[in-house]
C-alpha cells in the first residue's frame, strides 16, 4: 500500500517537474523573441538618426557650396 502511494507520489511529482521545465522555456522562448525585438528596434532607431544626419549634413554642404559658387558668380564684373 505504501510502495503505490509512493509511485502515485512520484508520478505526479515527476509531471509537475515537466510541466515546469515545459512552462519555463515557454517563458525563455519568449523573453529571446522580447530580446531580439528590442534590439532591432533600437538598430533601426540608431540607423534612422545616421541617415538623417547624414542627410542634413549633405543638405548643409550643398547650401554651403551652392551659397558660395553664386557669391563667386555675382562678384565678377
Not at 515546469?20 to 530580446?35: C, D, G, I, N, V
Not at 531580439?36 to 554642404?61: F, H, N, P
Amino acid at each position: 500500500m505504501i510502495l503505490v502511494q509512493c509511485l502515485i507520489a512520484w508520478f505526479y511529482h515527476t509531471e509537475k517537474r515537466k510541466e515546469k521545465r515545459h512552462l519555463y522555456e515557454q517563458a525563455m522562448t519568449k523573453y529571446k523573441k522580447k530580446l531580439v525585438r528590442e534590439g532591432v528596434r533600437q538598430w533601426i532607431t540608431v540607423a534612422d538618426c545616421i541617415s538623417q544626419t547624414r542627410e542634413k549634413l549633405a543638405c548643409d554642404r550643398h547650401a554651403k557650396v551652392t551659397s558660395f559658387t553664386s557669391m563667386v558668380l555675382l562678384s565678377k564684373p
